[in-house]
Structures are given as C-alpha cells and as structure tokens.
C-alpha cells in the first residue's frame, strides 16, 4: 500500500525576494512606459486570451514605447 504526506512548509525569505523579482521584472517595464498608456498605443483588446495583463503590458508597452522615446530623444538632441 502506497500512502502520500503533504507537508508544508512556510515560505522562506530566499522565496519571497524571488517573488519580488519577479514582480518587479513585470512593473518595471510598464513603469518605464507609462506615456504609452496615455496615448492609447497598445491596446489591450488585442491580447491574446491566455497572456496576462501584466505580462502583456510588459511586452507591447516597450515596443510602442520606442516612437516616444524616440521623440523624446530627438527633442533633447535639438
């Protein structure tokens, strides 16, 4: 006879800085393009049913993000 134990265990502190890592690998890029969101670049309503919102915003964002960065930079250059 097979028998099965779950056992739990607390999360440790190592775990939780892996969390916030991983959070923060997902906001930041949103935080960095935030101008994207006041323009409407990226839309939502084209994301796939199976991505996140976060992870969606974290991958379109940057890109749509280039045209202002790129006006932006023009715009100090000048």
């Known amino acids: 006879m097979i028998s099965f134990a779950v056992v739990f265990t607390p999360p440790t502190q190592q775990s939780r800085n892996a969390a916030d890592r991983a959070e923060l690998r997902l906001t930041a890029p949103t935080a960095l393009n935030i101008p994207v969101a006041f323009t409407g670049l990226a ?16 991958l379109t964002w940057p890109l749509a993000g280039l045209i202002f960065w790129w006006i932006a930079g023009r715009a100090i250059d000048a």
């Open 43 to 58: 839309r939502s309503e084209l994301r796939p049913g199976a991505v996140q919102m976060e992870i969606w915003h974290s």
